[in-house]
Every structure is written in structure tokens, then in C-alpha cells.
């Protein structure tokens, strides 16, 4: 519980976090940009997991571990997303969605 | 208004601001420069919320490393000093009529439901004994399968980069 602010700010700055990602990924074209969109929406759940903890459940820790996890798995989606697309550029010298369309190994 | 109260109207101002600034800014590295402000003003908020360790965490991860990688991959990839054309008109529309739909949907769901406290329960203060005891532990509140199962993750993922990323011979 903090003082003199409730559990709706949070939401509602984290919920306007997640659909400006969303909307980013919409009319974004190149690939890295659409990573940083995606990077937007993993942290404003990871806001959600963490409030819900402090302002709900304050006697247990799984929000906290699950936050920890999804900064775990973006790490993982990052390094994997990148080699693939360092590997797209290599084949055709650019990185925009609409020149990608085929990913035969 | 405590001081409590400007902080968190600060950094929330400044996620937000940030957030619409990397969506719409037209130049890559500078995008990722402003994701870099809104990780480190999220890191504030879990200060805010006193989470220390994940802070912590979120700093010398995300901010630390994610946004480093994502920068290198940008100076590989493209010309720094190339401008994005501005995205289609009706891929515009879309992504803003998304935004409005969603979130009004999202926030009126969220400020018309009463949330309740789980009542009675004092709170747990969140040190590092606290947090590796439950990480590793197997019983109440343990956490040890998901701690495995991420260690399995973050083998594949390395696996898989190297694999990917290597070149070919020939």
C-alpha cells in the first residue's frame, strides 16, 4: 500500500503503456522497431504482476517472481529475435516486414 | 500533495511520454534511446512500489542490457542518419483506432471493478533472504520449478542464437 495512491493509477498507466506497444506494432515497419513495441508490452504486465502484489496479495511474492520471469524470458525473446533478424539482413540488406516474406531455413 | 504522489506523476508522465515517442519517432536509435527512458522511469516505479531487488534487476537487465543489445543490433542493421517514411494512412488509422478501442474497453472494465484486498494479511518485507529462500524453495511459496524451467529457457535461447547467427561455409 503507498500512500495517497490507489491501485487504478497504476492500471491505468500501465494499460495506456500496453496499447500504445500494441498500436506501435501496428503501423511500425521495420522489425527492430516492432521489437521495441513488443519490449513496451512485457514491461506494462510486468507493471500489472507487481501492483497486484503490493496492492492485493502483500502476504506472498508471486508477482514479484513472476515480473522476475518475464525480465528473464525478454531477454531471451531479445537475444533470439535479434540473431534472426542480423540473419535476414545478411540474406536481403534490409529489415523491413513487407521485403520479408520468406524464412526457409 | 507528498512527495510520494509528485513521484509517481512524474515518472508515469515521463512512461507515457517516452512510450508514445518510441512508437513515433522516425529515427531507429533515437527510439531505442527513448525505450531506454522508459525502462529506467519503470525501474522507478518498482522503488515507488518497494520492490528493490526487482529494480535492480530491471535496471541492469533491461535498461543495462536488452536496450545495449537492441542498440548494436541497430548500428549493424541500418544507417543511423535514415529516416523512416511515415507509415500508410490506413495502417495510421488503424494502429490509433486500436489504441482508442482497446484501452477504453480496458480502463472501463478496470475502474467499474472494485478490487478487494485479501484481508488480514500483513505484509512480507521483500529482502534478498526473503527472495531466495521462496526462489529455491520447493514448498509453500517455493518457486524452485519455474527458476528451472527458466534456466532451460535461457539455455535454448543461447543455443538457438548461436546457431542462428552463425555463418554459413561455403
Known amino acids: 500500500m503507498i500512500q495517497g495512491i490507489s491501485i487504478y493509477h497504476f492500471l491505468i498507466v500501465s494499460t495506456l503503456m500496453f496499447f500504445i506497444g500494441i498500436t506501435g506494432f501496428i503501423i511500425r515497419q521495420n522489425l ?7 519490449e513496451l508490452i512485457l514491461n506494462s504486465v510486468a507493471i500489472n504482476f507487481l501492483v497486484f502484489n503490493r496492492y492485493l496479495f502483500p502476504g506472498q511474492l508471486q508477482g514479484h517472481f513472476f515480473s522476475l520471469f518475464i525480465v528473464g524470458v525478454a531477454a531471451a525473446e531479445a537475444s533470439v529475435a535479434i540473431a534472426l533478424i ?10 523491413e ?9 | 500533495m507528498t512527495l510520494n504522489v509528485v513521484m509517481f506523476y512524474l515518472l508515469s508522465g515521463v ?19 527513448y525505450l531506454l527512458f522508459v525502462l529506467v522511469a519503470t525501474s522507478g516505479l518498482y522503488f515507488l512500489l518497494k520492490f528493490q531487488f526487482l529494480a535492480a534487476v530491471q535496471l541492469t537487465l533491461y535498461a543495462g542490457g536488452i536496450v545495449v ?21 490506413w495502417k495510421l488509422w488503424m494502429g490509433i483506432t486500436a489504441f482508442v478501442l482497446g484501452s477504453a474497453l480496458a ?64
Open chain 2, 15 to 33: 512512461i507515457l511520454t517516452f512510450s508514445v515517442l518510441t512508437v513515433t519517432s522516425r529515427k531507429m536509435l533515437r527510439a531505442a534511446v
Open chain 1, 86 to 95: 542480423i540473419n535476414i539482413y545478411r540474406r536481403i540488406h534490409n529489415i
Open chain 1, 32 to 38: 527492430i522497431t516492432i521489437l521495441l513495441s513488443v
Open chain 2, 107 to 170: 480502463l472501463w472494465t478496470l475502474l467499474s471493478h472494485n478490487f478487494v484486498k485479501e484481508p488480514g494479511v500483513k505484509e512480507i518485507p521483500v529482502n534478498m533472504h526473503v527472495i531466495g529462500n521462496q526462489l529455491l524453495g520447493v514448498g509453500k511459496n517455493g518457486f524452485a520449478l519455474p527458476f528451472e524451467i527458466i534456466s532451460l529457457l535461457l539455455l535454448a535461447s543461447m543455443v538457438a542464437a548461436i546457431v542462428i547467427a552463425k555463418k554459413e561455409k561455403n
Open chain 2, 69 to 89: 543489445l537492441i542498440i548494436f543490433s541497430i548500428l549493424l542493421t541500418s544507417h543511423i542518419s535514415e529516416k523512416f517514411k511515415k507509415p500508410e494512412t
Open chain 1, 97 to 105: 516486414v513487407n521485403n520479408v516474406n520468406e524464412m526457409k531455413f
